[in-house]
């Protein structure tokens, strides 16, 4: 979100090269800010993994095959990139010698590149191998040098209260907050950066954002796929670790927020976790946990959860959650604001939904099939960014009745192609701007509010893949006609169920 876009000659360091990660999100960002000239000659990176048998040609080779997966053409400029700015260093199985050797080669290509000692350290790396990589940087004296250095932690960041206080601990040791970003890629979004743009920049809107004008915010994030491949990760930990307590947390908070003082890194993070700190305890009877079963995805049989390779047989690992948090402050007590997210939904959609309240009294009751449906804002944050207005009008003709259309507004048509989060997120990374990034307090403020729920979960019901979710959940949509709403760009409203 900085307006700043000058990026210093740095090293970036990426523990964990040869992951998933690196492969599909960082290498392709990078790729992409440094052919857009956002970033100076002078800035390297260095892979860094436990692989002993790759040296730099070979990490330059699988670098290549990673961006033409991405869709960049092996062109001079890729590979020009890549032989001039990618190096990589072993660092066998993390003991203090593969640190040590880490840094002499940190201090290697600085000095032969005269960069200033400027540094970023990516934990591109399983949550079982933050602590001892932590603990080697710092030993190594890799958290300070002549320059800066900024330390990237991806989520899930803890498990628990008591697992991310102590994470927290643990990197306090040897890093300050101020060089600590922790990532959480949909804050990189666009219009999730827009939704703060929206509010505090229109009137119009931010003056119903209240109690008085809102009946309730739901906010849905919903996937087709199931466990892709992460199986062995996710039955341990489920869809409250993997999604509710960062995403949809995170989503809420900006929905929520005060009007910050001012538009910067603290201001903003100031009232998002003034946010959780204010939502109420969450009851059993506000949750509802669910397990995908075998069903149909556009017409393609796909098997249950307890069926996916790697899942361990029995299995209650929750797939699907939908939950009510009520916000107990003057603009929102009294106003529920729905969380739903799941894997094998009908369709891949984040949503975020804001229903306000009908007219107190409606002068149109003596017509025949005329009610007053709420008018509703939705913010699409993927796919087909953009915003929708639905609102109601008179039909043509006789009978006299309404009908809902929209006003709408599309990224992609009004700004052509939008910058992939990552991009937007390093780029903040590189210049020191940590609005889009999560603060201690907040990461233990979520866990505050969700590790009972861990401890004591409700019963997980079953839900065919290709719905919307357990029946169990229409509990909560008494006012939404018991169905999850989600609007199409044809402005049609498909039903939950």
């Known amino acids: 979100m900085t307006s700043n876009n000058r990026v210093a000659p740095h090293l970036f360091v990426v523990l964990g090269a ?8 960082l290498l392709p960002a990078l790729f992409h800010l440094a052919a857009q000239g956002l970033l100076k000659e002078a800035s390297l990176i260095l892979g860094a993994a436990r692989k002993t048998d790759l040296g730099d040609v070979g990490f330059r080779a699988q670098a290549r095959e990673a961006l033409a997966a991405a869709g960049f053409s092996a062109d001079d ?25 880490l840094a002499a080669r940190i201090a290697e290509l600085e000095q032969a590149h005269h960069l200033p000692g400027n540094r970023v350290f990516y934990l591109a790396l399983p949550p079982a191998a933050l602590a001892s990589t932590i603990v080697g940087l710092g030993e190594a004296g890799l958290n300070r040098s002549t320059g800066w250095s900024r330390l990237v932690v991806e989520k899930p960041f803890g498990r628990d209260l008591v697992s991310a206080q102590d994470l927290n601990r643990l ?25 703060l743009v929206f509010r505090f920049a229109n009137a119009l809107f931010e003056s119903v954002w209240n109690r008085d004008r809102v009946k309730r915010v739901q906010i849905t994030v919903a996937e087709e796929v199931g466990t892709g491949g992460r199986a062995g990760y996710y039955d341990g930990v489920g869809v409250i670790r993997d999604m509710v307590q960062n995403h949809l947390t995170q989503l809420l908070m900006l929905a929520a927020m005060e009007v910050p003082t001012g538009f910067d890194a603290e201001a903003i993070r ?25 069903g149909q995805i556009d017409h393609r049989e796909v098997p249950g959860y307890r069926d996916e390779p790697g899942v361990a047989p029995g299995s209650t690992t929750e797939t699907f959650a939908a939950l009510r ?39 149109f009751r003596p017509f025949f099939r005329c009610e007053i449906d709420s008018n509703v804002l939705v913010i699409t944050l993927q796919p087909d960014e953009g915003f929708d207005l639905c609102f109601e009008v008179k039909a043509p003709g006789e009978p006299f009745s309404l009908q809902t259309h929209r006003l709408h507004f599309r990224y992609s048509e009004a700004f052509g192609r939008l910058p992939d989060a990552y991009e937007t997120l390093l780029l903040d990374l590189l210049t020191g701007d940590q609005t889009l990034f999560v603060h201690a307090d907040e990461v233990e403020a979520a866990w505050r509010l969700y590790t009972p729920l861990l401890e004591h979960r409700p019963s997980v019901h079953p839900y065919a893949a290709g719905t919307w979710g357990p029946l169990a959940a229409e509990h909560f949509l008494g006012d939404m006609g018991g169905s999850w709403r989600v609007v199409t760009r044809a402005g049609k409203e498909a039903d939950g169920r």
């Open 270 to 294: 100031g009232e998002k976790v003034k946010v959780l700190r204010q939502i109420e305890p969450i009851r059993p009877e506000d949750v509802v946990l669910g397990q995908y079963t075998a």
């Open 171 to 195: 990197l306090h040791r040897y890093f300050d907050e101020s060089q600590i970003y922790r990532i959480d890629h949909y804050l990189g979004k666009e219009t999730v950066q827009n939704l």
């Open 18 to 25: 040869t992951g998933d990660l690196m492969r599909r999100k």
């Open 325 to 363: 948090l009520q916000v107990e402050n003057w603009r929102w007590q009294g106003v529920p604001f729905y969380l739903c997210t799941g894997k094998r939904l009908p369709r891949r959609l984040t949503q975020i939904e804001v229903a306000f309240r009908c007219p107190p009294v409606s002068v």
């Open 77 to 101: 400029l890729a590979g020009h990139w890549c032989d001039e700015c990618l190096f990589y260093q072993p660092i066998g199985l993390g003991e203090a010698e593969g640190y040590q050797a």
